[in-house]
């Protein structure tokens, strides 16, 4: 068998056209320029690239977009002041506050600070909760991009299993509560590091989403032919290119369907990034 290339660039551009065109009626209509900050402390280069992307394709749907860059030694205090101040500025309808934060920084109490209406990244624990609760407001990006790459493939999760890899707050969790919720009706296994035979774990899923952040996690061996795999895994191989958490040539003739990496889940990201500002101006402002 050979996989179907599943286009998340292509998406992204589709989708991002459409919100494009949402601004410019939002602007014509109601005087509404949606707003995004984007909050950078210190000099990590994969970071400056990811914030870089956000930024271009913030200003690329026509929104408002302000990027605050803060010295690495900045303190605590001087962060949530920051973020203080974006809450309460009427321009700023979503705030991103760029993960990792240098070292000396903890990141929870800033994800705690951050208007709820305004937590366009959903990691506040509020935004999480509701999502928990089966009530969500904001979607986490990446998750969300997954659910709209899967819808675009015409992947029915309902009654489906999938298999998730890897637990974090970024990903792995809030996807696994996503695909549970009424209308998506999945049945989802969350495994991760301490999964005792996680190859025979992922032979029976009918979807397998890796987000663990190590190369080559995924083999062909460990995927049911016809299944649908979904990489979300960023990596920097040797040669310094971005590579997957998944075996991408060897599971081309295995599954079903197949995100690419790069031009998979990444630039979806992005792109729902741009949809929860939107929905967070109309929300706050429409
Ligand atoms: N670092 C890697 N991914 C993300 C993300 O989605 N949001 C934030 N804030 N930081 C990240």
Known sequence: MTARIIDGKALAQQVRARIADDVTRLKAEHGIQPGLAAVLVGEDPASKVYVGMKHRATEEAGMLSRQVVLPSDTSQADLEGLVDDLNADEQIDGILVQLPLPEHLDPQPIQELIDPGKDVDALNPYTAGRLAVGDPTF????????????DHAGVET??????????????????????????????????????????AVCRTADVVVAAVGRIGLITPDMVRPGAVVIDVGTNRGEDGKLVGDVDFEGLREVAGAITPVPGGVGPMTVTMLLQNTLEAARARRG
């Open 139 to 150: 979607l986490s990006c990446t998750p969300y991009g997954v659910l709209e790459l899967l």
């Open 158 to 199: 309902a009654g489906s299993h999938v298999v998730i890899v890897g637990r974090s707050n970024l990903v792995g969790r809030p996807l696994s509560v996503m695909l549970t919720l009424k209308g998506r009706d999945a049945t989802v296994t969350l495994a991760h590091s301490r999964t005792r035979d996680l190859g």
